[in-house]
C-alpha cells in the first residue's frame, strides 16, 4: 500500500528559527513528491521534486529529495510568524494522471 | 484569474439527504480530483478523472458519485449523506503528471 508520513506533525518555534519538516514515502512507481502550504484555505504549491540531490530553493524555503532513502526534507530559514501553517507532502505515483497520495501534514506555529 | 472555483463553501445536510458538489476550471486542465481532508489525516482522493469522460476511484470513494461533465467541470455527488461525510471538500486540477495540482478553496460540509 502507497504511503507517505510526515513528522513531527507538530511544531511551535519562535521567529528567527530554522526548521526542518520530514517527509518519508513507500510507493510504487514514484513520480515526483510536491510540498504544499496550507493557511485557511486552499493548499498552495511551493515545490515538486523530481531528482534526488537538487535543492529547489525559493527565499527562505528550500528542499532537497533523496530517492535512495526515499525521503524529503523542508526547510524553513528565519522563520516569520506568516509562515503558520500546515505544510502537506505529496507524492505522485504510477500512471501519469497526476493524482497526489497526501501525508498527515505537519502544523507549524511561529510566535513572535 | 479565477482557477479553481468550488460552490457551495459551506453547507448543512440531515442523514439520508442528497447534494452534489460543483467544481469548475479555467486552466484548461486535463485531470481534476476531489479530495476530502478530515483533522489528523492530511488529503485523501476520492475521484479523479485522468481525461474528459473518463472517471476512475480514488482511495475512499464508497459513498460518492462524480461526474465529468466537460473539461472544465467535475462535480460530486453524496447520494444519501451519513455523518461520517463530514468534512472538508477540495476539487484541484492539473495539466496530467508531474506537474502541481491547483486546489479550489474548499467546501466545508456537516452532515448531521
Known amino acids: 500500500e502507497d504511503k507517505v508520513v510526515q513528522s513531527p506533525l507538530s511544531l511551535v518555534v519562535h521567529e528567527g528559527d530554522t526548521v526542518t519538516l520530514n517527509c518519508s514515502y513507500e510507493v510504487t512507481n514514484f513520480r515526483s513528491l510536491l510540498w504544499y502550504k496550507q493557511e485557511k484555505k486552499a493548499p498552495t504549491f511551493l515545490f515538486m521534486l523530481?531528482?534526488?540531490?537538487i535543492e529547489k530553493k525559493s527565499g527562505r524555503l528550500s528542499s532537497i529529495l533523496d530517492k535512495k532513502e526515499l525521503f524529503s526534507i523542508l526547510n524553513i530559514t528565519a522563520t516569520q510568524t506568516g509562515d503558520s501553517a500546515v505544510y502537506l507532502c505529496a507524492v505522485e505515483a504510477a500512471s501519469n494522471t497526476g493524482k497526489l497520495i497526501f501525508g498527515q501534514g505537519t502544523t507549524l506555529q511561529v510566535k513572535p | 484569474n479565477a482557477g479553481v472555483t468550488q460552490t457551495p463553501k459551506f453547507q448543512v445536510l440531515k442523514t439520508g439527504q442528497s447534494m452534489t458538489l460543483q467544481c469548475a476550471q479555467d486552466?484548461?486542465?486535463?485531470?481534476m480530483y476531489w479530495y476530502r481532508q478530515d483533522p489528523g489525516m492530511g488529503l485523501r482522493l476520492i475521484y479523479y478523472s485522468a481525461s474528459e469522460g473518463t472517471t476512475d476511484k480514488g482511495e475512499v470513494p464508497n459513498g460518492y458519485n462524480v461526474s465529468r461533465l466537460n473539461k472544465r467541470e467535475f462535480s460530486l455527488r453524496l447520494e444519501s449523506a451519513a455523518p461520517s461525510q463530514t468534512s472538508v471538500y477540495f476539487c484541484?486540477?492539473?495539466?496530467?503528471?508531474?506537474?502541481?495540482?491547483?486546489f479550489g478553496q474548499g467546501t466545508r460540509l456537516t452532515v448531521v
Open positions: 484541484a486540477s492539473s495539466e496530467r503528471g508531474n506537474t502541481e495540482a491547483f
Open positions: 486552466m484548461n486542465h486535463n485531470s
Open positions: 523530481t531528482s534526488s540531490g
